[in-house]
């Protein structure tokens, strides 16, 4: 998705990891995608530059769409499709 | 599918390899991996219920311990027991206890150390372990 896309997207679920270090935001998104549907959207957000990879890999192993990133002044915010 | 199994030989009673230890626990947990932690020796010593908490030894750099400690404070790093617990609430984690490493430090019971442990062992149920990991790990 364009960085537009992602912007404008509505998220159903936003999980704030930004006082956390890894693997801290990853268990956070594990933690909150129990609670979506099939098709629904979540970001996280994190301030831990490995958490940007992890995540990635994570929704690949786990059958999730990473939709992509979208990059703050000092944050990131990661869109994740539930599987 | 069934879940990946993660062994780990915990030998290391310091915090900083603690808190390796909860890090890759805590990715064993985002992952669902079963995980078998077999407390060894020093690390039986940290697991005493009144060692847990205030145990502050560190194994490497130890001339930068006191910046160590403090830098996971500033970066709100939980607590190794802590990390260990969240990864017990997130996967299916059983930690045993060595029974000869219990019994240096003279734990006897699984009542001496913190409750995160679940039972007292023979080296054997490791190696039982350890054979059928995907992953096998030695801190």
Sequence with gaps: MTQDELKAITVDKSVD????????????????????????????????????????KWCAKKKHDFLGIVEEDSYSRLFIKKG | MENKKLTLALFSGSVDKLTAAGVILGG??????????????????????????????????????????????????????????????????NIHICGFAGKVWNGYKIEDFIDLADDICGIGEYMTAAEEADINLFI
């Design chain 1, 17 to 56: 990891a930004r006082g956390t270090s890894c693997p801290g935001p990853l268990l956070a998104a594990k933690k909150a995608i129990g609670q979506l549907a099939s098709g629904e959207i979540m970001e996280v957000m994190s301030a831990d530059e490995g958490t940007k990879r992890d995540i990635p």
């Design chain 2, 28 to 93: 064993a947990a985002a992952e669902d991996m079963d995980v078998e932690i077999f407390v060894l020796l020093q690390a039986a010593f940290a697991f005493k219920k009144e060692n847990a908490m205030t145990n502050d030894r560190v194994a490497e750099i130890t001339d930068k311990k006191d910046e160590f400690l403090a830098s996971l404070d500033r970066l709100n790093a939980p607590h190794w027991t802590e990390a260990f617990r969240m990864a017990k609430e997130m996967t299916n984690v």
